[in-house]
């Protein structure tokens, strides 16, 4: 596995980390996002969804387990699988993730392992206090590091 690690010190930063990267991402990525309650995982999908320039505003998915917003640049799907541990459900998740034409984030990824595709990028927020967060991306392939600045 291949780390690259950024600190932010604001809100803001990890915002415009995500904004910058948002159309770097080629279609299909997913973006696999873990980190504590509260720790930025939605602020960082906030800074994705503006740099899709989605207007919509950006929510935790967590009771709905997925949103997808389509009016922006590409498709961005929100997948929050937290209250999907320990449901053998199908409930069609997997036509979603690797949406063909936008980026797939999924956040708590390990609730529905075995729909992850062995190519995604794993983004993980750690709260470092006030606001600062240490955001390590962690890839397979070398290429998905190689746009991180």
Known sequence: ???????????????NLAKRLADKFTNGTVICLTGDLGAGKTTFVRGLAEGLNIKEIVQSPTFNIMKIYLKGDRPLIHIDAYRLADINTDIGLDEYIGYETGITVIEWPMFIENLIPNNSLNVEIINLGDDRRQIKFIAKEDSLLEIIK
């Open 1 to 15: 596995m291949l780390e690259k690690v950024v600190i932010s010190n604001s809100k803001e930063e990890t915002m």
